[in-house]
Structures are given as C-alpha cells and as structure tokens.
C-alpha cells in the first residue's frame, strides 16, 4: 500500500526527447509537489499543486510542464531533454497547503545521454 | 531568506556510539522542523518533526532532536549508532505556505 508512488523508478533517455513521470497519491491529500535532487544531494521545490491548481512554480525552465488531472496525481512532463536534467525528481504530498508534513515517493532517478 | 544550514556534510561514528547532526535554521518566527532520511537509492522517509509543541521530540529508530530557539538549532542525535543508520540525513523546514526548504544533507557513515 504505496502512500505516494511514482512511476517510472528509473528512466535513462538520450537528449532532446521527451518523457513524462507519474505520481499518484492515495492519501486522500489536497497539495502535492515535484521536488529535484541534484547530484549533490540538494532537493529543490520545482511545483507545487493545490487541489489540481498550480500555488508554487519555482523557476524551472518552461520545458517542465506539471500535469494534475485530478487532485490524487500531479504528472511531470519534460520537453527536449538535457543532460543537465539528470538528476532524482521526488513527488510528494501533504494533507493540505498548510500543513507542516509531506510524504514523499521512492523518486525517480532521471539520466540524459 | 528563510533556510535551514546543516553544518556537517559528512559524520562518521563507531557503531554503539552517540550520532550527532546538526542543523541551524533562520527565522524570526517557530518554524516548523523536519528530518528526513534517505537510505540509498530509496526515497525520503520522515524520521521526526517538530511544529511547536515539545521542544523535545522523539522520532523513529531511536532517533531524536530538540528545538532550541536561543540557538536557532534542530540537531538530531541517538545514543547509539547502529550499520543499519548509514543514509543520508536531511533537515528541512515548511514556511507558512507548506514549501519545504531542505539543508544539503549530512551524510552518516557508520563504521563497524
């Protein structure tokens, strides 16, 4: 029983294609986010959805385009990919936009060639 | 700029001996607190949380740490290190608007 399960766990693509990765929660929570992990172990919030809405958008570049058809999954779609994308991309969520706890997937471990 | 600092990048402890982590945090308000752990190659997984209740809180796997206001500091111990404890460990905060900010994490090596 995954809380917060994203799909693909590994996703090795060459540059210039794109490729999307799923998140679904089965929480029952209202906010969910997309965070990057660098190389260095650095996460950094990238989106931040409310109830299907968008609330936080950091600045990424517009090839990243996050999807939430309905309030349990918040999709990431990544155009023209480049190696500089390579990174572990976290989905998670919380309760709501004010709670002070979010659960987070197993991440995705995204390599460009 | 509301932050958290994790003041150690990487900490080796004997197996048996105390584990100390440290995080510093700016803010001119409580915060709310978390530390999370990240074995490898897995996801992050909440060891404790503080969001101002006792200053002092118990988390999973023995795992610790107490909220000092007088030193702006979040540091995570345990008594006694286990192998099983070698992750990487990240101390992070929520702002009002539930956007955590995460340190650059400290990596625990636990030597046997």
């Known amino acids: 029983d995954t809380a917060v399960s994203q799909t693909p766990k590994y996703l090795v693509t060459q540059m210039g294609n794109d490729k999307s990765i799923k998140c679904e929660q089965n929480?029952?929570?209202?906010?969910m986010y997309w965070y990057k992990q660098d190389s260095k172990k650095f996460l950094k919030i990238m989106f931040s959805?409310?109830?299907?809405?968008?609330?936080i958008n950091e600045t990424v570049p517009n090839r990243f385009s996050p999807k939430s058809p309905d309030k349990a999954h918040l999709n990431l779609h990544i155009n023209s990919l480049e190696l500089g994308d390579s990174a572990v991309y976290f989905c998670?969520?919380?309760?709501?936009?004010?709670?002070?706890?979010?659960?987070f997937g197993q991440g995705t471990r995204l390599t460009v060639v | 700029a509301q932050s958290v600092t994790q003041l150690d990048s990487h900490v080796s402890v004997s197996e048996g001996t105390p584990v100390l982590l440290r995080c510093n945090y700016s803010?001119?308000?409580?915060?709310?607190l978390f530390w999370y752990v990240q074995h490898p190659n897995k996801g992050l997984q909440l060891l404790l949380k503080?969001?101002?209740?006792?200053?002092l809180v118990k988390g999973i796997n023995g795992f610790e740490a107490e909220f000092k206001k007088s030193e702006t500091s979040f540091h995570l111990t345990k008594p006694s290190a286990h192998m099983s404890d070698a992750a990487e460990y990240f101390c992070?905060?929520?702002?009002?608007?539930?956007?955590?900010?995460f340190g650059t994490g400290t990596s625990l090596t636990v030597i046997p």
């Open positions: 998670a969520s919380s309760v709501r936009q004010d709670s002070p706890e979010a659960f």
């Open positions: 503080y969001t101002s209740a006792a200053t």
């Open positions: 992070a905060r929520a702002n009002t608007g539930n956007q955590f900010y």
């Open positions: 803010s001119s308000y409580s915060p709310s």
């Open positions: 929480l029952g929570h209202d906010t």
């Open positions: 959805y409310n109830n299907k809405e968008l609330i």
